[in-house]
């Protein structure tokens, strides 16, 4: 069910044209079959994959965003989901072993000289 875009009038299920004014269902393509959602697919495959987590959560967003706008035109909003917090997960993951490896790259020295430092006076 949904609302024509151009009158207002409720378009039953299948309804290629409003029966009212005649205006094209805009959640309908013009063969009156639903759209498969590839950013979706896109966007978990990039996710889960961990080769470019963010670039997967980037495109999940928008595929979930494309699903949200036009419901029946555009399915698998629950896929876009999980592509959202595969790749948050992910991206998380990624940027707490940076900042850990940024941390150690900064301590290590600051400890081993301290070390050497304090060997020095003993």
Partial sequence: MGFCSKCGRELADGDV????????????????KPYLNVLAIVGMA???SGASPLAGLIVSVLAYKKAVAAEF??????LAKAGIISGAVATGIVALILLLYAAQLLLFPLIWGSIYVL????
């Fill in 17 to 32: 044209y409003c029966p009212k004014c005649g205006a094209p269902n805009a959640l309908l393509p013009s063969g009156g």
């Fill in 46 to 48: 990039l996710s889960a």
């Fill in 73 to 78: 035109r555009y399915p698998l909003k629950g």
């Fill in 119 to 122: 060997s020095q006076y003993s």
